[in-house]
């Protein structure tokens, strides 16, 4: 069974980080292995939450894997709490990175043109770094214009965002995937990838859904690791990422609850492993 080491914090309530990442992951067949960067009574967007920070527990946990001399078929980062942590997971890829594995990076920064609370210019530069290390990163819109060192806005043009993948590629990852991208189409949104090995675009777009939920981007970055460790096609991985979110938070909206809950991704685990009823990927010209 092929291994995923995943380094997320690990929320005990609210569907994020590593309880959103292990049953997906688990789900596709594959063992996951947690590098907890963090324990939360429930994570970060609620109030009062109650955090115990496992930075100096960290390097530990890789040490002891190192002496059980563990190769993981695919590495994993998300959401990180400092720039020591960063530290810490540059260390982990050159430790752990081998001819037949990946890395992917998740640069969780913020969203909706913000930086998350307790981010800073410091850790842009940080996570500018653990994205030279990646093959693959998944930035949404906020994120990859933080990376660029370019001010987010809600207004940016699909031709400049399609730009913004080639230039993110140029930090050094093979795949650039963008989500929630403009689309053209108000009642669309898009996601693009950028294939820097052919110079290929590819972008997806799904119904827009006037919802949002904490944890729908670790589950897209965990149903990507998934399927490029499954051997799928750029495309028709985040083919399948984007079908899996927008199912899920359809499956969502109808009921009543706090959405900080959450998207309910038990109800549509199954889309992961069935057939695609369809694929909607297009080839953007160069």
């Not at 969203?111 to 030279?132: A, F, Q, V």
């Not at 990163?137 to 987010?152: G, K, M, Q, R, V």
């Not at 706090?258 to 909607?280: A, C, I, R, W």
Request: charged fraction near 20%.
């Amino acid at each position: 069974m092929k291994k995923i080491a995943a380094i997320h914090d690990l929320s005990g309530y609210g569907r994020a980080s590593l309880t959103v990442a292990i049953p997906i992951l688990s789900y596709m067949g594959y063992q996951v292995c947690p590098l907890p960067t963090a324990i939360l009574s429930a994570h970060s967007e609620y109030k009062d939450f109650r955090s115990f920070d496992l930075t100096d527990q960290m390097q530990g946990i890789i040490d002891h894997w190192k002496e059980l001399d563990l190769h993981f078929d695919a590495l994993y980062s998300g959401y990180l709490a400092s720039e020591k942590q960063m530290n810490i997971v540059s260390g982990f890829f050159d430790d752990f990175s081998q001819d037949d594995n990946f890395i992917l990076v998740d640069p969780v920064l913020g969203d909706h043109g913000k930086l998350y609370p307790g981010m800073d210019t410091g850790m842009i530069t940080g996570m500018r770094e653990l994205c030279k290390k990646a093959n693959v990163i998944t930035p949404n819109l906020t994120e990859a214009a933080f990376l660029l060192d370019t001010a987010p806005s809600p207004h940016t043009p699909p031709a400049e965002a399609i730009e913004w993948c080639k230039a993110l590629s140029k930090l050094g990852p093979e795949y650039v995937i963008i989500t929630s991208a403009p689309s053209g189409n108000e009642k669309k949104v898009a996601t693009l990838a950028y294939n820097k090995n052919d110079e290929r675009l590819w972008r997806v777009s799904s119904d827009y859904v006037a919802a949002s939920y904490p944890g729908t981007g670790d589950a897209f970055a965990s149903v990507i690791t998934g399927c490029l460790l499954n051997g799928d096609s750029l495309p028709e991985a985040i083919e399948r990422a984007v079908h899996f979110i927008n199912m899920g938070i359809k499956a969502t909206f109808g009921y009543t609850h706090n959405p900080l809950d959450g998207m309910n991704q038990e109800k549509v685990l199954h889309y992961l492993n069935e057939s695609l009823p369809y694929f909607t990927y297009e080839l953007l010209p160069g």
